[in-house]
Nanobody
Framework: QVQLVESGGGLVQPGGSLRLSCSASGNGFSFWAMAWYRQFPRKQRELVAAITRDGSTNYADDVKGRFTISRDNAKNTVYLQMNNLRPEDTAVYYC?????????WGQGTQVSVSS
């Protein structure tokens, strides 16, 4: 069972930045695609960004140009750099093994954007 632990969430003012980290346990990290999702209150989780094992990335339209997903296979860690944050980015952010379907989830980290 792969365990994922997110960190880096918090409260930031509009226009600010945060970097989320997701550390994975177990072997095989470099072979997995990884993704970040977010969940607004009373809504389903939505895909924010994904990275394949060869480093190809894709993003939701509303975060393109502001968020960057990256990975460090030596550290079994995937990151989400979030710049120019907006109040509508406020959500719980989750790390996921794989992009869709089966795969482990982290516990989530709260990101709040407010002045």
């Amino acid at each position: 069972q792969v365990q994922l632990v997110e960190s880096g969430g918090g409260l930031v003012q509009p226009g600010g930045s945060l970097r989320l980290s997701c550390s994975a346990s177990g072997n095989g990290f470099s072979f997995w695609a990884m993704a970040w999702y977010r969940q607004f209150p009373r809504k389903q989780r939505e895909l924010v960004a994904a990275i394949t094992r060869d480093g190809s990335t894709n993003y939701a339209d509303d975060v393109k140009g502001r968020f960057t997903i990256s990975r460090d296979n030596a550290k079994n860690t995937v990151y989400l750099q979030m710049n120019n944050l907006r109040p509508e980015d406020t959500a719980v952010y989750y790390c996921k093994q794989g992009i869709q379907g089966l795969g482990s989830w982290g516990q989530g980290t709260q990101v709040s954007v407010s002045s």
